[in-house]
């Protein structure tokens, strides 16, 4: 039987695009060659689609654009070719691609944007769709539609960066002091900012304004940071819990990959009660949210022993060290494994 054609694509105009390299380096070096091809597709950071021919370990070492075995591609939106034009000089190549992985953070790739594009060709691709990588990409709306099935949310306001300053001022005198200022449509932490007085608030919303348009301002939750990792569509496999422990400030970008004061806990410390509440709960978000193939779930476990939703990561960190995959080693499954399953649902 001939091999399936995986389309990998990383990369992306994104400021998340470094986190991309790493995570899509794992996926490919798990993915099994024996039984599939893999199909290198990167993405620049200034939004430029290449097809990719050489060593893994310059996507890892973020050279791969500048290797003379990288030639100018698309992904076509006509279904007859179903996959990339590539450019080879003086001739065009057509490469047909059976499944998609994109593994792309953040926007323009996680956003279902890229989703949209590989939908209008006719490739299945592995992860959530259009609408759901869409409405977890935007915290507000995620966070209305949850709050709606009865989930509490954190309380918060959305800020305009057309608003005037007097304006988002009023709008913040409903919340109660400390507040995380977040860019709406970013990931990774980048533009957050946690501020304790009214005073630090103009200098939250600028740093956030710099990566969106819109802001949401709340309430900072009183506890601690717990993931979901889930892997399925219909039949859901859902992971151990893991937990956040913070020894000052916020889970920022530099925490996230450096852990320098911070632990994650695998399984989480909490009574198994709690854990498997949790995981319901993450479990009824994950189907409120229209997720599908995989996705973490975040979320908050208060003081009072109350679940409070955090946000969606359709695409969260995928290297060997990353949290999704480790909450699934949580309860057997190897890093391959977890590939091989993905692949799987979309044959």
């Known amino acids: 039987m001939q091999k399936k054609r995986i389309g990998v694509i990383f990369g992306g105009c994104s400021t998340e695009y470094e986190i991309s390299l790493q995570s899509a380096y794992w996926v490919i070096k798990n993915i099994d060659k024996e039984n599939y091809e893999v199909i290198l597709v990167g993405?620049?950071?200034?939004?430029?689609?290449?097809?990719?021919?050489?060593?893994?370990?310059?996507?890892?070492?973020?050279?791969?654009?500048?290797?003379?075995?990288?030639?100018?591609a698309v992904i076509s939106p006509s279904r007859e070719i179903h996959g990339l034009i590539e450019w080879r000089g003086n001739h065009t190549v057509f490469q047909w691609i059976d499944i998609a992985f994109p593994i792309l953070h953040g926007q323009n790739g996680e956003d279902g944007t890229v989703q949209g594009l590989l939908q209008l060709a006719g490739i299945p691709f592995i992860g959530c769709g259009v609408l759901s990588s869409a409405l977890c990409m935007d915290k507000?709306?995620?966070?209305?539609?949850?709050?709606?099935e009865g989930i509490l949310v954190p309380k918060s306001v959305l800020v305009y960066k057309e608003e005037s300053k007097e304006t988002i001022r009023r709008k913040v005198q409903e919340l109660s002091y400390p507040l995380f200022v977040k860019p709406v449509h970013a990931g990774s932490s980048f533009g957050v900012t946690r501020i304790t007085k009214e005073e630090e608030l103009e200098a939250?919303?600028?740093?956030?304004?710099?990566?969106?348009?819109?802001?949401?301002?709340?309430?900072?939750?009183?506890?601690?940071?717990?993931g979901c990792a889930i892997l399925g569509d219909k039949d859901l496999c859902?992971?151990?819990?893991?937990?956040?422990?913070?020894?000052?400030?916020?889970?920022?970008?530099?925490e996230k990959y450096t852990l320098e004061t911070s632990k994650i806990h695998m399984p989480a410390r909490i009574e198994k009660e709690k854990a498997e509440e949790?995981?319901?709960?993450?479990?009824?978000?994950?189907?409120?949210?229209?997720?599908?193939?995989?996705a973490r779930v975040d979320l908050f476990l208060t003081t009072k022993g109350e679940i409070v939703f955090n946000e969606v990561n359709t695409i969260p960190g995928f290297t060997?060290?990353?949290?999704?995959?480790?909450m699934l080693k949580g309860i057997g499954m190897e890093f391959s494994q977890i590939i091989e399953r993905l692949i799987l649902l979309k044959l």
């Open 43 to 72: 993405i620049t950071k200034e939004g430029n689609f290449r097809r990719f021919y050489g060593d893994i370990e310059a996507i890892r070492e973020d050279t791969w654009h500048e290797d003379k075995r990288c030639v100018s």
């Open 204 to 226: 939250g919303v600028d740093q956030a304004f710099l990566f969106d348009g819109e802001v949401i301002i709340e309430e900072e939750i009183k506890g601690f940071e717990v």
């Open 140 to 148: 507000d709306l995620a966070h209305k539609l949850v709050e709606a």
């Open 238 to 254: 859902i992971g151990e819990v893991d937990e956040i422990e913070l020894s000052g400030g916020f889970f920022d970008f530099k």
């Open 320 to 326: 060997s060290h990353s949290r999704f995959p480790n």
């Open 278 to 294: 949790i995981k319901r709960t993450a479990k009824k978000i994950y189907r409120i949210l229209k997720c599908s193939g995989f």
